[in-house]
């Protein structure tokens, strides 16, 4: 079983940038596809970013293209969010998720419901 714990959320202004990380226990995430997504208040979850088991293939959605990007470390079983140029809009909580069964190496998954573990989220604020 794996536990995932986001850190690094905080509040920034607007044109900041921030980096959250994931860290995970219990079982090595190298061999498992990552996902970022976010959650506003009164909004749905969102997806944000995947990165796949071995980092070689990424992907953002369209609305933090060009400012956000993700990246792991497997030897230390971490993976990353990097954000850039924060807006108000990017006001939400953040979510790492992991796929730990069914997968296929070098793909990514953009869909909340298919990732079966997710960590707590960490809170991004940014004001104008």
């Known amino acids: 079983q794996v536990q995932l714990v986001e850190s690094g959320g905080g509040l920034v202004q607007a044109g900041d940038s921030l980096s959250v990380s994931c860290a995970a226990s219990?079982?090595?995430?190298?061999?498992?596809?990552m996902g970022w997504f976010r959650q506003a208040p009164g909004k749905e979850r969102e997806f944000v970013a995947a990165i796949s088991s071995r980092g070689s293939d990424t992907a953002v959605a369209t609305s933090v293209k060009g400012r956000f990007t993700t990246s792991r470390d497997n030897a230390g079983n971490s993976v990353y969010l990097h954000m850039t140029s924060l807006n108000p809009e990017d006001t939400a909580i953040y979510y790492c998720?992991?796929?730990?069964?069914?997968?296929?190496?070098?793909?990514?998954?953009?869909?909340?419901?298919?990732?079966?573990?997710w960590g707590q989220g960490t809170q991004v604020t940014v004001s104008s």
């Open positions: 998720a992991t796929r730990t069964s069914g997968h296929i190496s070098g793909m990514l998954y953009y869909a909340a419901s298919e990732y079966d573990y």
């Open positions: 219990g079982d090595t995430l190298k061999y498992f596809p």
